[in-house]
């Protein structure tokens, strides 16, 4: 069974960081791409950040980029997403998911910018 388990949200100032983290068990992780999706109240999810398979190249929204980096520990089976200069507009609910995959969402972990 394909899950994935989303830690390290919180409540941060404008302008500062967090580290989430994304465990995934139930499948070979290392042969996917895995993305980082979020939602904020009253919007739609929107793809934040893509890391492939070997080489693990990373993708990013235009409204992160520059700000947030992606990566994976293939041993670990666990994908990261490092966020700084937070800005109240990153405030959502975390989700990974392998891209491209109807993989059941996980219970995502809240991230909240606010001063």
């Known amino acids: 069974q394909v899950q994935f388990v989303e830690s390290g949200g919180g409540v941060v100032q404008p302008g500062g960081s967090l580290k989430l983290s994304c465990a995934a068990s139930?499948?070979?992780?290392?042969?996917?791409?895995i993305s980082w999706y979020r939602q904020a109240p009253g919007k739609e999810r929107e793809l934040v950040a893509t890391?492939?398979?070997?080489?693990?190249?990373?993708n990013y929204a235009d409204s992160v980029k520059g700000r947030f980096t992606i990566s994976r520990d293939n041993a670990k089976n666990t994908v990261y997403l490092q966020m700084n200069n937070l800005k109240p507009e990153d405030t959502a609910v975390y989700c990974c998911?392998?891209?491209?995959?109807?993989?059941?969402w996980g219970q995502g972990t809240q991230v909240t910018v606010s001063s």
């Open positions: 139930g499948f070979t992780f290392s042969f996917y791409d």
């Open positions: 890391i492939t398979a070997l080489p693990g190249r990373a």
């Open positions: 998911k392998r891209e491209g995959y109807f993989d059941n």
